[in-house]
Every structure is written in C-alpha cells, then in structure tokens.
C-alpha cells in the first residue's frame, strides 16, 4: 500500500523587495540594544571625537554612554528638575545641558560638577548648543527668548525675541561661528547673525518647528514639523526646496550621516525614515514606542534612538571586515569525503543496510484528508493563523479536494461560523490572479449549495452581497484593461513599419485574461 502524499501547497510569486547599496548599507545594523532610562529621553549627542561617546538627556540625570558599553560611563545628576539639551563642544570635553528651571550648566566630561552656571532665562530652557568656535554658547527657552553666552565669563552677549511662542529646536552653523538657526512653536525658522546682533532670514514651516538641522557644507536647512520635513536653500534666500510627508504622526527629530550623507527622521508614528540625496526613502526602522530623539555617530557605527517610554534603543553597524573573518573561517569538507567509497565494488558477501525512512511530518489538514474527513481537513486550513498568514495552504487543500472529487461534499453541512470564515476567504483572495481559478468554481458551488438557505442569517446574506459586489468591480477592471489594451494595439500597429510584409502579435494576446463571470444570485 502506497504512504499517503502530503497535500501540495502551491508557491505564491511575491514581489522582491528592490535591493540597492543604500537598502544593503542600513540593513548592515544589527539587532538593537535596549537601555531602560529614568524617562523621556529628549535628547541625544554625539561626541564629534572618537570613540563617539554619546549623551543622553532623560528626566533628572545627563548620562554619558560609550559606543559598545549598556551601563553609563559618567552621569550628571545635579539638576533639580528636568535637564534638557545636553550637547557637546566640538573637542567633546565639554557639555552643555538646560534644565526646566531655567539654569544652564556647563560640564567637564570628565568631572561631575558643573564647572558654569549662566542664569538670565526666567522658565525651562529646552535647547543649548555651542557655536561652532568653542567659546559660546547658544540657548532657546520657553521665555520665547534666545540667548548668546560666553563660556568662559557665563556673561550674557545677546538676546533675541523675535519669536512669539516656545523655541524647541536649535543648531548652530557648523562653518561660521556667528550663524545659527532656531525653530519655534509660531511655525517659523529663523537665521539669526551674531554681527547684525539681529534675524537674518525667516522661513514659515506651516507646523510647529520640533528640529531643525544645518547641512554640514551651510547651504541646506532641514526643518521638521507636524508630518512635514522641508528642506530650504540658504543661499537663496531661504526657498523651499521640497517637502516631504512619509510620516504618519509628527516628526519631532532629524540627524545626518556624515559618511554616507543620508538624512534621518524619527517620529511619534515609531518609524526612523532614512533618506538620500535626491530625499527619496531608502529604508525605514520600526521602534516599540514613539520616537522623542535620534542620533548617529559620525563614522556611522551607532544609530542611538530615545522614546518616550525611556527606552534606549541602540543598533551597531556590523563592518565587512567581520563578515569576511567569518567567512574565512568557515570552511568546507575535504574533497576525500565526496569522493569516498565512490568507486567501491561490491562483494557476494555483503548485506545492504536500508536507510529507515524518514518519519513524516504532516499538518492538521493532512491528518484529517488522511482519514478521508474533508470537512475537518478544510476547517483545518481555514484556521486564523493560515487563513491570515499563508493563505496558499487553504487554496493548497481546495486543489486536492477537487481533485478527489470531494470539494462539494466539504462545503456542504456548514454552520454559521466556518461559512462565514470561508466567504471572508473568498472576499480577501478572490481577485488574486493565482488562486482565482479554484476560488471562482468554490464561490459557484457556495451559491448552489446554500441560495435556498441564505436569509436565514443576516451576516451570510451581507456577505455574499459583498462578494457579489467585489467580482462585479473586478469584472469591470478587467473590461477597462481590454479596452486599454486594445488601444494599445491599434497604436502599435499604426506605430509598425509599413514596408514588407510583417507579423506582428498583439500585446493583448500576450496577456491571459481570467474567465471572470459575475456569480448569479437571486433576489431574496
């Protein structure tokens, strides 16, 4: 007697994902690192010197991480309230952090206590930086104030209110240490110039301003705001570029790569968007909470996200000399084991040893069409995790039992529930061109079966509408699809050289169209 054959499950063509250098390059980060902190991290800092060691700003404490390291090689504590917008100086020995009392405190990376205090905001103090020279330091406040301070006397040098509402982003020009750029809550970017002691140029984002980013050559200005990132040109005079909506929530941060010059956003909808140059998405990383900052070190090894829960989510770049040091260590088997016993002759004497079969594995489904219970074996395949996740298996079993003979008998005798879950099958696949040809002649022989029977349930009728419904809409698609078709025809063979005699095929005979028909229901 012949074992039984499990039941053939059709493979589904699926549409490969494009892979590019850019798609291979952020796929290279591994699996991320999670560090629980104190609270909302707000922000993130990279030391612009190696080995990259990173800032973070959460609830009461600015804690300094190492690239590689889960527990924090330095904190700063000393805050009485929330700290805000620790930043390092350009030789990294230097922090910079604000706090909601509106005090700004200067660290030694190295130290614990703050070497300055600078006191001349009257409430919180959500972003600090320092100029690109060193010397100064740049604040916006909910004082709707920004000040310039210098860092070796703490003394106050300029103070800007040309804002109308809280400044929540900042970045100081990285080539010229008398520009620097704040967005506030009045939807507005602003320029200011420390010569002029004045705004230079304004920009209208049309949203809240949450971050705001200065390309490293000075030329480009990136806003983010809302579901907005807008990129505008500096050198002429603040005009928008382009604007982007890939987001779904509002976008509250943006950082750069400096190697591979791509643009990062993190929003409340989870995701960090990873754009190149042309500000088209070229990857996406999905996070367990909403996205409050986002940092990536300069040699691009560490990508640091903070969110809202207070997790740290940290991923690292895996280098190409690790792969290939594993690849070189892996090697194959020797050639003698292929060759062995290959040219062996066998003697009068030998007893061949048979391999024992291999034991078969078979699914729910298999088991019960084993039995020969059809219907057990359909209700099998109609379970939620199949029907959701590999629908081919469902339509694996349909085959079979039309093969055997079988498929009305499996439809026939069903309740209210497993009918229902199988129009819901029918409705999600029915219009799939690789599993349409089974499921037309399934939905035919459910429309035989139950017609007599169909206003006894409310939920059955309505379905079968809908499904009435979803053919008459793909009948009409593929009607407009032979119209376009044909004029496709008449342009090629109009377009075809007339000299000779030519055969040409038609374009619409190349493509099989399905033998669609709208399934008969009578009236109720």
């Known amino acids: 007697m012949a074992s039984f054959k499990p039941t053939k499950i059709p493979v589904v063509q699926q549409l ?52 590689h390291s889960q527990e924090p090689l330095r904190s700063f504590t000393r805050f009485k309230s929330t700290a805000y917008g620790g930043s390092f100086r350009g030789d990294g020995q230097l922090l910079v952090t604000g706090s909601e009392e509106g005090l700004i405190r200067l660290f030694d990376v190295n130290g614990r206590v703050a070497l300055r205090q600078y006191s ?16 100064h330091i740049v604040s916006g406040s909910d004082d709707l104030t920004c ?46 110039d420390a010569r002029q002691q004045k705004c230079v140029m304004s920009m209208d984002h049309g949203q809240p301003v949450e971050s705001v980013l200065v390309y490293p050559s000075d030329g480009l200005l990136v806003s983010t705001g809302g579901r907005y990132v807008k990129v505008w040109d500096m050198l002429k005079g603040g005009q928008q570029l382009v604007s982007l909506k890939n987001h779904h929530k509002t976008v509250t941060c943006v950082c750069m790569s400096a190697q591979s010059n791509h643009l990062l956003t993190g929003s409340l ?49 895996k280098a190409s000399e690790e792969k290939q040091e594993v690849e070189r260590k892996r ?35 298999d088991k019960h069409l084993k039995s020969f219970s059809v219907s057990q ?55 799939n061109p690789q599993f349409s040809p089974i499921l037309h002649k399934v939905a035919d022989m459910l429309i035989d079966i139950y017609q007599s ?10 379905l079968f509408q809908e499904l009435l419904d979803c053919v ?24 075809a050289p007339r000299s000779g005699v030519t055969t040409s095929v038609s374009p619409a005979s190349l493509i099989p169209t399905p033998a669609l028909r709208e399934p008969q229901v009578q009236p109720v």
């Not at 990857?283 to 909403?290: G, L, P, R, T, V």
């Not at 008998?409 to 229902?420: D, T």
């Open 120 to 135: 001349g905001h009257n409430k919180a103090v959500r972003v600090t930086s320092f100029l690109s020279d060193g010397f």
């Open 331 to 365: 090697r194959g088997p020797a050639y003698r084991v292929f060759v062995k016993g290959r040219n062996y002759i066998p003697k009068q004497d030998d007893f061949l040893v048979k391999k024992a079969a291999a034991l078969q594995h078979l699914g729910k489904h």
């Open 147 to 192: 000040h310039v301070w210098d860092v070796s006397t703490a003394q106050e040098l300029l103070s800007f209110n040309e804002h109308t509402d809280y400044i929540r982003a900042l970045a100081p020009s990285t080539r010229n240490p008398d520009l620097f750029i704040t967005g506030s809550y009045d939807h507005t970017v602003r320029v200011y």
């Open 16 to 67: 490969g994902e494009k892979v590019t250098e850019d798609t291979r390059y952020w796929k290279s980060f591994k699996t991320t690192v999670q560090v629980k902190e104190f609270g909302a991290i707000s922000k993130i800092d990279f030391s612009p010197l190696p080995p990259h060691n990173y800032a973070v700003t959460a609830s009461t404490r600015v804690q300094i991480y190492g690239p």
């Open 453 to 462: 029977v169909v206003c006894e349930s409310a939920v059955v009728e309505r």
């Open 472 to 495: 008459s809409r793909e009948v009409d698609y593929q009607r407009d699809l032979m119209q376009v078709l044909g004029m496709l025809d008449t342009l090629f063979a109009s377009s």
């Open 269 to 317: 909808d989870r995701h960090v968007k990873v754009y190149n140059s042309s500000f088209k998405v070229v990857n996406s990383f999905e996070n367990a909470a909403s996205i409050l900052s986002l940092a990536i070190s300069p040699d691009d090894g560490v990508l640091a996200v903070g969110m809202t829960n207070g997790v740290l989510s940290v991923r690292h770049r």
């Open 377 to 431: 074996a359909l209700d099998a395949a109609l379970e939620t995790s199949l029907r959701k996740h590999k629908p081919e298996v469902c339509v694996g079993v349909l085959l079979e039992l039309e093969r055997r003979g079988t498929l009305k008998n499996a439809l026939a005798g069903r309740n209210e529930k497993s009918l229902v879950s199988l129009q819901k099958f029918l409705l999600k696949f029915i219009t």
